[in-house]
């Protein structure tokens, strides 16, 4: 079984990134990830309503790499502290080496290839500290500009369910996409 430790946290860098560890005083730019319509417009999860509600995310993503169960960056300019996206490993199937990767970036950073920076950052990480054997992302099948970004990445699709996933009084689909380390 896969062993997992994220402590200390590493922060990643990249040639316009700083990848750093979510705090407390992110939570109105996490509010606004969480709250805008661009955003979540494939996200399938109800809009955050509060800082309250963005504070307990990092709090659980505090806590998650405490225990090992988790890992999310803030996605930051080089030169700047200003959170403009969040990524990392989460759901960490021990047993088969295996994690599922999220992310989101405000819209204004959208097509600059700043979330390819840092998603071949955070699966150099995954790979090679972590041990990974396969990275999974689950995606709403009409995100293309998502859906792009993994393949661009190597992701390859495994999966399409039907009507898998039931958010506001509609059963939706899922696409499953995955990527395995590469071989040296």
Known sequence: MLEINLNPFTELQTDRLI???VRESDAPEILF???????????DREKMESLNEARQLIQDALISVKKNEGIMWA?????????I??????????????SEIGYTIRPAFWGQGLMSEAMQAVLD??????????VEANVNPNNQASIKLLEKHGFVKEAH???NYYF????????IYSLLKPKR
């Open 125 to 134: 990480y995954g790979f090679n500290q972590l041990h990974l054997h396969s």
């Open 33 to 43: 990830l969480r709250s805008d319509d661009a955003v979540m417009k494939y996200l």
């Open 19 to 21: 990848l750093r560890q």
């Open 161 to 163: 369910f039907k009507e």
């Open 85 to 98: 996206g969040t990524i990392g490993h989460w759901r960490f199937d021990k047993a088969h080496h295996r």
């Open 75 to 83: 996605i930051c300019l080089r030169g700047t502290d200003f959170l």
């Open 168 to 175: 506001r009084g509609r059963f939706l689909d899922s696409a």
